[in-house]
């Protein structure tokens, strides 16, 4: 009697792998976009924890002041924010604007969406 | 008789099978490695943060209650009143009298300090804390500016 062989050609087999690698390569492309988003997003809460210390440190500065009138607030907002180094880390930007009792400190984020609005009242 | 099947496997599939296990294999422990370190730097950002915030409170509050300095390096602060603040190791220590109150900075980070005066304001004390690269240098680029003016010369 002759061994029977049966030998199974199966055509599916790369069909089989290429739909596998491309389930992979799926797989990686959203890991590595979930980790790039992840990581914008922490630059961006470095950033705006960076952009509130700019605030909270021209406030510690003026309330140490006696008196201070619109300038002596544009003079140190300004300073705080060049010496805080957001400016060259990131794309935010410090707008003073005089208001009629005072002025109005923001810290405008790149979508140009404020951060954070301070209203301060002083002498003009 | 026993009817045995035999499916012979190629060695074409046996070799696509290896390699793609060994492509699996690779990305799982790519995967594991990079959310590992995300996982750890997030851990430490947050301890950051933590850290950032109470340490300011309590930095400008000790600042303000001790009045002028007699000395600022970049890293020690000395009152004229003998209270000092220093770095000890990555330990921010804040010394009063016989008080000795301490804040862990977390791991990669440190404080340096300044003393800076404009015209029409009391002087100032600024802390940066700022990250540490891998050989503990300075990174002056990444760091947090804490601003506490020194009570005692408002103008």
Known sequence: MKNEKQVTIRYYLMAEMVFALGLLMVLTACFFATTNTIQRMDKSFTDESCGLMVVDNTLERLEHKKQYKLDDVKRIFLDEYDKSGIKDRTKMLAAFTPSPDGATLAIIKHNSKPLIEVQIKCQQ | ?155
């Not at chain 2, 800076?116 to 700022?130: F, G, L």
């Open chain 2, 1 to 155: 008789m026993s009817a045995i099947k035999i499916n012979r496997y190629t060695l074409l599939e046996m070799l696509a099978v290896i390699v793609l296990a060994g492509v699996l294999m690779n990305a799982a422990l790519l995967f594991y490695y990079k959310s590992q370190n995300i996982n750890r730097k997030y851990t430490e950002k947050a301890v950051q943060i933590k850290s950032v915030s109470a340490v300011s409170k309590y930095l400008r509050s000790f600042i303000h209650d001790n009045g002028e300095t007699f000395m600022v390096k970049p890293d020690k602060v000395v009152f004229k009143n003998g209270s000092v603040i220093t770095m000890d190791g990555n330990r921010l220590v804040f010394i009063a009298g016989s008080s000795t109150r301490s804040f862990a900075l977390p791991k990669g980070f440190s404080t340096t300090f300044a003393l800076e005066q404009s015209p029409e304001e009391p002087p100032r004390i600024v802390t940066n804390i700022v990250v540490l690269d891998s050989k503990d240098q300075l990174q002056l680029n990444k760091f947090t500016r804490i601003t506490a003016c020194v009570k005692g010369g408002a103008k």
